[in-house]
């Protein structure tokens, strides 16, 4: 009798707006957040997740259904690596769990170029994933060659930050590449990947993850694009690029726009 393989259960579909820093007040952003919610609750095959700026999270919580089944979900745009104690200004992974943060971006290419190397952002990751929060690693780099040496980079940006990561854990890991040369200024009109990019980029993350755990678990892992995403381009990149959701910039503070790429994220 012939035994049919065991299918790897795709993905699901996601979103995550980083807001970054904005918007400019606490009822601006509670708008935004309604407005944001209202977009995500009529797409029903997509989860997502608001990236908030540190001081609004506590004040969304509230507005959140239910943190962790809901449509939307609440997510951070950075973690300290550190436990707590003498570290002015940093916000620790505990404290995120505290206020109903079930998501945190980490890695992302701005705080990179702030400095921050793949050490830390290793850190950073093991310090959110102790804590039971859900790691959104970005990865990314910042100029395209001829002779594939980004790939590299890319591959020492996985294995760095996952190097002391178990395979059980790997259940709560996201990746959004981000390719730095595909970053707008926000209004969505920069330079994009192209399809043929983004599924290069999919293949190729995921053969890293396979060689570290099994092919099984690098399947699971969602990987989402990032960088210049608006709702003319995002139907192509999900269908052709294999790609399972993405991760918005500026186009997220408008809700019209945002509504576009949830719809064409939805699209089965």
């Known amino acids: 009798m012939k035994v049919r393989a065991k299918e790897t259960k795709r993905p699901l579909r996601m979103i995550v707006a980083n807001w970054k820093m ?8 509670k708008a935004l957040f309604l407005a944001s919610k209202k977009e995500a609750m009529r797409r029903k095959n997509v989860q997502t997740i608001i990236a908030a700026p540190f001081v609004y999270l506590a004040e969304l919580h509230t507005r959140a259904v239910g943190a962790r089944v809901s449509p939307i ?14 570290h002015t200004g940093e916000i620790s992974a505990e404290m995120l769990a505290g206020v109903g943060v079930s998501h945190v971006i980490v890695g992302h290419s701005e705080r990179r170029a702030r400095g921050e190397n793949d050490d830390i952002v290793a850190q950073k990751v093991s310090a959110a ?8 690693l970005c990865i990314g780099e910042t100029a395209r060659d001829t002779s594939g040496n980004y790939l590299s980079i890319i591959e020492t940006q996985l294995r760095i930050a996952f190097a002391t990561v178990p395979k059980a854990i790997l259940k709560s890991v ?5 390719p730095v040369w595909a970053i707008s200024g926000g209004d969505g009109r920069g330079q994009t990947a192209t ?3 983004v599924h290069e980029m999919v293949i190729f993350i995921r053969k890293i993850l396979t060689s570290m755990y099994t092919r099984p678990s690098a399947e699971r892992v969602p990987i989402l694009y990032g960088g210049s ?12 690029g294999m790609i399972d959701g993405f991760l918005v910039g500026g186009a ?3 809700p019209h726009l945002f509504g576009a790429i949830l719809t064409a994220t939805n699209e089965k």
């Open 195 to 197: 399809s043929d990019d």
């Open 229 to 240: 995403v608006g709702g003319e381009n995002a139907l192509v990149l999900m269908q052709q």
């Open 22 to 29: 904005h918007p400019d007040s606490v009822s601006e952003a």
């Open 129 to 136: 994933l102790k804590k039971g929060l859900v790691v959104i």
């Open 174 to 178: 996201i990746i959004a590449y981000e």
């Open 73 to 86: 979900m609440l997510g951070a745009q950075d973690v300290s690596g550190e436990k707590g104690g003498t």
């Open 252 to 254: 997220s503070l408008k």
